[in-house]
């Protein structure tokens, strides 16, 4: 439980109202009650606001404080209101140690306060940084190196000579450094191109559950800083992902994709092999990047093949418009029947 005061010190923040309110939660606008704080992240919850329950609002500098409610201003609403959800509900840490059911390979080093959980595996040569944990199930490689603080959820399997960041989540079912899909074709056969590279994930990422990212055929597949991955996400072989990307759900990267920082991309997206999305482009859900293709910096592109949205937009509208001039083609055709009809006489 906190006050309001406190919250806002906490938050680096300024507060109206009632200070000493105790806030024993977090809640939506709409269900949040007397005891619990919500934000107002938008012009349409700015509306809702006025009716809602809470017994404190997280707002932007600019709300209009008709009601005279207890709220607390900050520029990001949605980022302050993130920082009290983990607050509130901190994350369950497992106990350090070792479970017995748990293999531990030759030469492993376990940092301070580590927790291997049952059935897990953890090979030969690895290294656990300090207070991170390994989810049951869990299969950890050969050489492999995690940092401090991360955490490794049930049945996450991570092949030989991977590299995890410190404060690492990787969510349970995730494969890091199965093979590449690399094949050549000799005599009229696939022959398996010998994937031996390494993947490399930085500080601060989530990959999500059934996420698969592979290792290089040759060098370094490469994951930077601060990246956010969904659910059933796929990076193939070879792949340079850059600081503080953002990928959503079902998306899948060919082969040598370069990503560069700040990038955002939807879900179900398709990118071919060596295309390059520059900084801070924007890929709508389900659109398709050709091989090879560039999506230039802070550009917002969509459909197949993907295009800039101001283009697809025009091009929906004039889609629109095709059965009434449809009409209009008809009308016109019938005009000059008549028209000709009347020559003819």
């Not at 690895?126 to 944990?133: E, P, V, Y």
């Not at 000579?161 to 989540?169: F, S």
């Amino acid at each position: 439980m906190m006050r309001v005061r406190e919250m806002a010190e906490w938050l680096g923040c300024t507060f109206e109202g009632d200070g000493e309110r105790a806030i024993a939660g977090v809640a939506d606008l709409e269900a949040a009650g007397c005891g619990q704080v919500a934000f107002v992240g938008s012009r349409k919850a700015e509306q809702q606001a006025q009716a809602s329950a809470a017994g404190c609002l997280l707002v932007s500098p600019d709300f209009v404080n008709r009601a005279d409610r207890t709220v607390i201003r900050t520029k990001d609403p949605r980022g302050a209101f993130a920082r009290l959800v983990h607050r509130f509900h901190p994350a369950d840490v497992p106990a350090a140690g070792v479970h017995p059911t748990a293999v531990i390979g030759e030469g492993v080093e376990l940092g301070e306060g580590v927790a291997v959980g049952p059935r897990a595996v953890v090979g030969a040569g690895s290294k656990i940084g300090a207070r991170s944990a390994v989810g049951a199930g869990s299969v950890i490689g050969k050489r492999v190196t995690i940092g401090a603080d991360s955490r490794l959820h049930a049945n996450v399997t991570l092949y030989d000579d991977v590299d995890i960041g410190e404060r690492a989540v990787l969510h349970s079912g995730c494969v890091i450094g199965a093979d590449g899909f690399g094949f050549a074709m000799d005599k009229g056969r696939w022959e398996k191109f010998p994937q031996v590279g390494r993947v490399h994930i930085g500080d601060d990422c989530e990959i999500g559950a059934n996420s698969t990212i592979d290792r290089a055929a040759l060098g370094v597949t490469w994951v930077g800083d601060g990246v956010k991955i969904d659910n059933m996400v796929h990076v193939g072989h070879n792949c340079r992902i850059g600081n503080h990307v953002v990928v959503a759900a079902q998306t899948g990267f060919s082969g040598a994709v370069v990503v560069e920082d700040y990038a955002v991309i939807g879900g179900q997206v398709g990118i071919g092999d060596k295309a390059r999305i520059e900084s801070r482009a924007v890929l709508g859900s389900g659109c398709g990047v050709l091989t090879a293709k560039v999506i230039r910096s802070g550009e917002v592109v969509w459909g197949t093949p993907a295009r800039p949205l101001k283009e697809i937009l025009e091009q929906l509208a004039n889609v629109a418009k095709l059965p009434s001039m449809r009409k209009e083609l008809l009308e016109l055709k019938k005009q000059v029947a008549r028209l000709l009809a009347e020559e003819k006489r």
